[in-house]
């Protein structure tokens, strides 16, 4: 067995059947695994993974091993690990995985290093940890890197800054750019995951309650729509006047976070920002007020400003811990105050987890075939992997649709046809 570090390898069994269960609503990347088994496109390449380990990854894992990879993991958030699966990525399927839920922090970065160690030729990322600390203090293995991907939002905003400072060692495919990955994972994957997060953490009623949701990105807009299916009053807060605009088109109400702080009963911060509630907010924060983040890194919501005016704090359930202010108010915070989704609940569903991770893996092929002939730069997802993988949705679906008739084709690339 390889190297690894994971809680319980006794635990393997139940990780498998999580695993597969996950596997029934992932069809598109079945159908690449099939093709990547019979192919083997990436034998012989050493791909480390820094993504959350969930079933749903556990199954890009698999595809990409084989397609013929030696493939490592480590875990992009000491919280999200699900340690069944971990278990069983060692066990059943062979991968080493370097993950143990509610790591610390020196052991989520040991879990990195302990990857980069194997000198990987095709990285994988999930908010830019792994790409980050390669280019900071691992240039080592700098040589030997043909590629990268990036899954997040977040993670493509660090390395478009990392291309402008001209730092970026290697390119990178930003996953997240694909259509098929952020229209659907963002808006439908974080709009469910997120409420489910919050709901499991603490089980409260949505209908009737007032939610202020900051950011009006994709994401935002999946929560402030799920939101509102469950008869909560949802406030937008933006600072994008084009997003605001939409919001209030949408029919939410849009205002500043200084009026919003003082109505809200569950706040959702979804900016990629820093700060966004903070000591000013939590002070006029209603009795009971809960918050939430949804957003890649542990930043939005100033913790240590809370920790600092609580004088007594609790945790009467798993996930959420209460925090007693000297005027007697309480305010609870889920999940530390990290990505609410993956660590109250468990991150976005597979079906939906099937489309970004088909791209993982085809922009993996892409990136093992044209990486040597590609720039030091941030490319998007090429469109005919992106339309393919929509065809291929579909077609899993069973759905048909229209193609255009000859005329229609001609019609569309003239220009003299008016009234
Ligand atoms: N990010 C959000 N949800 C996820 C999931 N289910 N698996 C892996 N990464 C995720």
Request: hydrophobic share 45%; charged share 25%; with cysteine.
């Amino acid at each position: 067995m390889d190297a690894h570090d994971v809680t319980d390898l006794g635990l393997a069994a139940d990780g498998r059947g999580r695993i597969e269960w996950a596997d029934r609503e992932m069809p598109v990347l079945r159908l690449i695994r099939d093709r990547f088994a019979r192919e083997r496109p990436l034998e012989g390449i050493c791909v480390a993974a820094c993504m959350h380990v969930t079933p749903e990854t556990a199954n890009l894992m698999r595809t990409l091993a084989d397609g013929g990879a030696r493939v490592l993991l480590c875990a992009s958030n000491p919280l999200s690990t699900q340690d069944e699966v971990a278990a069983s990525l060692v066990a059943d399927y062979g991968i080493a995985t370097f993950g143990r839920r509610g790591e610390a922090d020196e052991t989520y970065y040991t879990h990195i290093d302990r990857v980069l160690d194997r000198r990987p030729a095709i990285v994988m990322d999930d908010g830019g940890d792994l790409i980050k600390v390669l280019h900071a203090d691992r240039r080592d293995g700098l040589t030997d890197v043909i590629a990268g991907t990036e899954d997040t939002t977040t993670g493509v905003m660090r390395l478009k800054a990392m291309e402008a400072d001209g730092v970026l060692a290697f390119p990178i495919i930003a996953v997240n750019e694909a259509q098929t990955k952020h229209l659907f994972e963002d808006r439908y994957g974080t709009g469910q995951s997120t409420i489910d997060g919050i709901v499991r953490a603490t089980n409260i009623l949505l209908a009737g309650r007032c939610m202020v949701v900051a950011g009006y990105g994709l994401s935002g807009r999946g929560i402030a729509d799920r939101a509102r299916g469950m008869g909560a009053h949802v406030i937008v807060l933006e600072v994008d006047p084009m997003r605001a605009l939409q919001a209030v088109m949408d029919g939410y109400r849009v205002m500043p976070v200084a009026d919003a702080a003082r109505r809200g009963d569950v706040f959702v911060t979804v900016t990629g920002d820093i700060h966004v509630l903070r000591r000013e907010h939590f002070e006029v924060m209603r009795d009971g007020a809960i918050i939430a983040n949804a957003g890649h890194f542990n930043v939005e919501v100033d913790v240590p400003a809370l920790e600092e005016l609580a004088v007594e704090r609790r945790s009467p359930r798993p996930g959420l811990e209460q925090f007693r202010l000297a005027d007697g108010r309480s305010i609870a915070l889920l999940a530390e105050g990290r990505l609410v989704n993956l660590t109250a609940g468990e991150g976005h569903p597979a079906a939906v987890m099937d489309l970004s991770f088909a791209n993982q893996a085809l922009s993996t092929e892409y990136a093992v075939r044209h990486g040597a002939s590609l720039e030091r730069r941030v490319y998007v997802v090429p469109d005919a992997i992106d339309s393919e993988i929509a065809r291929l949705k579909l077609a899993t679906l069973g759905l048909e649709i229209d193609v255009l008739t000859d005329a229609q084709s001609r019609y569309l690339s003239t220009w003299d046809h008016g009234t």
